[in-house]
């Protein structure tokens, strides 16, 4: 490997470390917005976003890509989907972190990538080896135990998982730059925020001019807590293989589980203990058998 090589891989782990770090705190965050609803949280984010890209693709002489996007309509059509999807997620995440689902949340993102597996096998025709089906079955004991555990499925984390990887599905099939892609998601979300902001939002919080300073700037806020992380993600995906990439994708759920444990004191059960030692095993079954699959391609 050169030096060059060297310095790009070494520049990824750092990206890498900083996406999914920002990720796993992002509920303190949302947190100290305790007291604004879910929804006008997710209207600030979609909002501050929009203008944030807007200007770094300004700057970024992006718009090439923006408008070769609008014309072609498939595109456009994923990217509504997607739009919708992503808008989701960020309202059950939210709604989950200051309602004291925490947990929840972060075993949402510990099933995304076997969510992920199975919506490759099953929209694009990927197969599944056979390890990965131990993988798959391992996390299926452990939904299985917490159904029999609270006699119900957890919704949230299913909420979360599903939305994320159909979204992350829906963006692998436009093959987009993050930075446009989601500029174009927060533009087709923009005039539903706008309007819901304008006329169905009466909390104390919903003016700003009636705020404190200091909440509207944390409300601000919401659009680089939103971009920074991703930015950050796509020079790590430019810059390392995907089966290296794949081992920090659980910084994020692990930081929030412990967020969730200690900072914020949720309570940690053994039939829920028995839930994430079954996914954790799945998990690193499903990482190892990626590593070993990786390096026989290489061979």
């Known amino acids: 490997m050169d030096n060059q090589t060297q310095h790009r891989t070494r520049?990824?782990?750092?990206?890498?470390?900083?996406a999914y770090t920002m990720w796993g705190i992002a509920p303190i965050y949302f947190k100290m917005l305790s007291a604004v609803p879910a929804v006008e949280i997710l209207i600030h984010r979609i909002v501050w976003s929009f203008?944030?890209?807007a200007g770094l693709i300004h700057f970024g002489q992006g718009w090439h890509s923006f408008r070769s996007v609008l014309k072609d309509k498939t595109k456009s059509f994923y990217l509504l989907i997607s739009s919708i999807l992503i808008g989701g997620n960020w309202l059950i995440f939210i709604w989950a972190v200051n309602s004291n689902h925490m947990l929840e949340a972060s075993l949402g993102y510990y099933i995304n990538p076997i969510i992920n597996v199975i919506l490759g096998m099953v929209f694009l025709n990927e197969r599944l080896r056979p390890v990965q089906w131990i993988a798959v079955a391992l996390a299926f004991v452990g939904v299985i135990i917490e159904l029999i555990a609270f006699g119900s499925i957890p919704s949230i984390s299913f909420a979360l998982?599903?939305?994320?990887?159909?979204?992350?599905l829906l963006r692998k099939k436009v093959n987009l730059?993050?930075?446009?892609?989601?500029?174009?998601e927060t533009l087709v979300l923009l005039p539903i925020a706008i309007t819901y902001w304008g006329f169905f939002t009466h909390s104390e919080t919903s003016n700003l001019f009636h705020n404190s300073w200091h909440l509207n700037a944390l409300l601000m806020l919401a659009g680089a807590v939103t971009t920074a992380p991703l930015l950050c993600f796509t020079g790590a995906a430019t810059r390392l293989k995907l089966s290296t990439l794949g081992f920090f994708q659980y910084i994020g759920p692990s930081l929030m589980f412990i967020l969730a444990i200690t900072l914020y004191g949720e309570q940690f059960s053994l039939n829920k203990a028995s839930t994430f030692i079954f996914i954790w095993a799945a998990l690193i079954v499903f990482t190892l058998e990626s590593v070993k699959f990786s390096k026989d391609n290489r061979k």
Do not use: N, P, R
Not at 161 to 168: E, M, P
Not at 177 to 184: H, K
């Open 11 to 18: 520049q990824g782990v750092i990206f890498a470390l900083a």
């Open 177 to 184: 730059d993050a930075q446009t892609g989601l500029f174009i």
């Open 51 to 53: 203008f944030l890209l």
């Open 161 to 168: 998982a599903c939305s994320f990887a159909g979204y992350g």
